[in-house]
């Protein structure tokens, strides 16, 4: 028996093909969004598994330091250094902030780039894992790795606050929960520029404390001098790193933290759930909306074109019925029609979200079981919107054939 | 070819071609019933070509769908080949398989479908009935080399000029050997000398294949082809000669 859709596709492939190009762009929109928030997904999960640690150390009662602020005295380290199970512990900072670029030859500060700075202690947890280009921070002040993504390029002199960093290495898929690039940085320079003031502020603050007389007493000398370093200097960072040593769980090693450091601890399957479940699951439930809406839209086009086509056929259904052709015959000819047209637009989103993903700024990540669910969804949605054109065929009368 | 019915030894009539008995067909009921057909009788002998024509509302239409088995008379009966196919009811439960194995097909446009190239047009109604492709394809080109388009096997539909496309659906309705043709008004958009081409070709095909043909017609150029026609008016149908008979006063 000959395949009626087959030949009916093959005869006017050209409205099929641009058709199939309309459903298949949206397909590579939903595609795309679905793709969005798995690199969202897998941007977390880079970000805990770069980072090395096993153990985040946070302000009590807080979900630092990604998801809320924290923040903890810089020498809290010491002591969880010496908590059982602890291999090795280092603070860290984050805090987003645009970083300027530096015209070559020029103290002009060009184009910024907005990024998450994370201060580090060399060659400790919180270190990028690894480097596509150049070298680790090896000096105290004044070095920077930054992600790809940032754009900077080895050797580039960039300005964080009111000092000037070279770029001596680069790294990748190093962003924010946010899919801000970071920029690493000595601890030391990023607890300054995230918790030191400017002269000026300083100098207004130092002036205020000297007016107020509970500071500036004449009895108490030193008193003021002891305020105002207290305000001009800063031991805060916003979590500590903490790898386990080789047979301790992380709970083994969380739990004593808890109740002697008062602090708070999450593992790595904590911090996850707090990244994925919570900081990104109002994205995901907007990616979600989308994609429904735009699974309505696509069953509609399908749903409208199908039927369109099957209207422009009513007379050829008509003596196909009148000779005989079984009405499943016809059925099938329009559900295979229905689904020749999916399979086009599928393979066309599917190439178009391939194509268009490496443009878009946040990373997208584009899963095949993510394409084989939306090749099944599509072949369904078709299949489904074909009923309305099936329906209408089979109510086609063999007599309108005759007249 | 098989045909999917419950037929019997009873319903066998040995009368070829096709014969109609008292046929009625009422549309609605009560009093706003209207009697399309009142008591139609009708035959048609085994290689014969007749006409059958009427002004318009006479049941043209209704008799071709009630033959044509689209629609269900009231009453009657009517015996297609050698067998009976309705008595006051349909004696076969599949009305589909009657259409496609007994009865060609033949329209006023000829309704071609446009994505299938001219051979598989004819091939689809033996398809439809089974038979393997290459058999089908054989026997589609054996009626186009009949009907002097074989050489347009592998033409789309749209490529054929109005006459080629015509005997191609003439083919179409020869494909699974039906004892009956229903042609409506086969050539209404031909001109005269297409339009009597066509006409041979009908009676030449009754004759080589003893199909039995019915052409519903307004057209006054092909009457003299006809050795008998049937004026049907009021749902009644009347024999006359072909010869001489003219559709001018009673079409008017």
């Known amino acids: ?403 | 070819m098989t045909m999917n019915n419950n037929s019997t030894a009873s319903r066998k009539s040995g009368i070829g071609g096709i014969l109609i008995e008292g046929l009625r067909k009422v549309y609605g009921h009560g009093e706003t019933a209207v009697e399309a057909l009142k008591h139609v009788n009708m035959q048609v002998s085994p290689g014969e070509v007749v006409g059958l024509v009427g002004p318009s509302g006479s049941g043209k239409s209704t008799l071709l769908k009630c033959l044509g088995a689209i629609i269900e008379p009231t009453s009657g009966r009517m015996t297609l080949g050698d067998e009976v196919i309705y008595d006051n009811r349909w004696l076969t439960t599949d009305l589909r398989a009657l259409r496609r194995d007994r009865i060609g097909f033949v329209f006023q446009a000829p309704y071609l479908i446009p994505f299938l190239d001219v051979t598989d047009n004819v091939a689809l109604l033996p398809m439809l009935a089974s038979v393997p492709n290459a058999q089908a394809r054989a026997r589609a080109l054996e009626l186009l080399g009949a009907l002097d388009v074989a050489h347009r096997a592998k033409a789309q539909p749209s490529q054929l000029s109005g006459g080629e496309q015509q005997r191609v659906s003439i083919a179409r309705a020869l494909a699974n050997k039906p004892p009956v043709i229903l042609a409506d008004e086969p050539t209404a958009p031909l001109d005269s000398e297409r339009a009597l081409a066509v006409m041979r070709i009908l009676n030449q095909m009754a004759q080589q294949s003893q199909t039995a043909i019915i052409v519903v017609t307004h057209d006054e150029k092909i009457i003299p082809t006809f050795k008998r026609i049937y004026h049907i008016r009021d749902g009644q149908t009347v024999e006359e000669a072909g010869a001489g008979f003219s559709l001018e006063p009673r079409l008017g």
């Open chain 1, 1 to 403: 028996m000959i395949n009626l859709a087959a030949r009916d596709i093959l005869h006017g492939w050209g409205k099929f093909a641009l058709t199939g190009l309309g459903l298949g762009l949206l397909i590579g929109v939903t595609l795309t969004m679905a793709g969005v928030y798995r690199g969202m997904v897998d941007d977390a999960r880079a970000l805990l598994g770069n980072s090395g640690a096993d153990l985040w150390v946070v302000q009590q009662d807080t979900q630092g330091p990604y998801a809320e602020a924290s923040s903890l005295k810089d020498d809290a380290v010491h002591g969880l250094r010496g908590m059982p199970g602890v291999a090795r512990a280092a603070n860290v900072t984050y805090f987003t902030m645009q970083v300027r670029r530096e015209l070559a030859g020029s103290h002009e500060a060009a184009n910024d780039v907005r990024a998450m700075v994370v201060g580090i202690e060399p060659g400790a947890p919180g270190e990028p894992g690894y480097l596509v280009a150049g070298r680790q921070i090896t000096r105290g002040h004044y070095e920077a790795v930054a992600d790809v993504r940032t754009g900077f390029a080895l050797g580039e002199r960039i300005q964080i606050r009111r000092h000037h960093y070279i770029v001596v290495g680069l790294t990748q898929r190093m962003v924010s929960s946010g899919g801000d690039p970071m920029v690493f940085v000595p601890l030391k320079d990023a607890q300054e520029a995230q918790f030191l003031k400017d002269n000026d502020a300083i100098e207004n603050d130092r002036a205020r404390l000297a007016a107020n007389p509970a500071f500036n007493r004449a009895g108490t000398p030193g008193l003021l001098a002891a305020v105002q370093a207290l305000q001009s200097s800063s031991r805060n960072v916003n979590a500590v790193l903490v790898q386990l040593q080789p047979g301790w769980s992380a709970e083994e090693v969380a739990e004593p933290i808890r109740r002697w450091k008062h602090l708070e601890v999450y593992s790595r399957a904590g911090m996850e759930e707090i990244l994925v479940a919570k900081l990104i699951a109002t994205s995901a439930r907007q990616i979600g909306m989308f994609l429904a809406i735009l699974a309505v839209v696509s069953a509609a086009i399908v749903a409208f074109i199908i039927y369109t086509m099957t209207m422009g056929k009513i007379r050829e259904i008509a003596v196909l019925k009148l000779i005989g052709t079984r009405n499943r015959t016809i059925a099938a000819m329009i559900l295979q029609q229905a689904l020749g047209l999916g399979l086009i637009g599928f393979l066309v989103g599917k190439i178009s979200a391939t194509v268009w993903a490496p443009i878009f700024p946040k990373f997208v990540l584009l899963l095949t079981q993510d394409a084989v669910t939306g090749l099944i969804a599509t072949l369904l949605i078709c299949a489904l919107a074909s009923t309305l054109a099936i329906r209408a065929a089979l109510k086609v009368d063999p007599g309108e054939a005759i007249g």
